[in-house]
């Protein structure tokens, strides 16, 4: 069985930096997505991580933001830097098994396993 746990959220000035962790328990040969959700928006997709490494982000964060994943610990980070105005949101990862250990997505409905959430704040 799946389980997903986020950490690292909080509060953090424009310019600033944060590290989300995501435990993923059960999750070792799974890519591993991580989304967010704005008051009022949909939840969009950050950046994905195959089981083979493979890095996918949108276009918003390439640069700023960079996952990581430790397959012997079960965790896959999110550093986030140069954090602005648009980042604020309830930050989610999401898992789910590929047979393709290539592939990773930034699309909600391509995972059925979803953490609770952490929530990330950009203010002076």
């Known amino acids: 069985q799946v389980q997903l746990v986020e950490s690292g959220g909080g509060l953090v000035q424009p310019g600033g930096s944060l590290r989300l962790s995501c435990a993923a328990s059960?999750?070792?040969?799974?890519?591993v997505g991580w989304f967010r959700q704005a008051p009022g928006k949909e939840r969009e997709g950050v950046g994905s991580i195959s089981s083979d490494k493979i890095t996918k982000y949108v276009d918003s964060v390439k640069g700023r933001f960079t996952l990581s994943r430790d397959n012997a610990k079960n965790t896959i980070d999110l550093q986030m830097n140069s954090l602005n105005p648009e980042d604020p949101a309830v930050y989610y990862c999401a898992s789910e098994y590929y047979t393709d250990s290539q592939r990773c997505a930034l699309v909600v409905a391509d995972y059925n396993y979803w953490g609770q959430g952490t929530q990330v704040t950009v203010s002076s």
């Open positions: 059960g999750a070792t040969f799974y890519a």
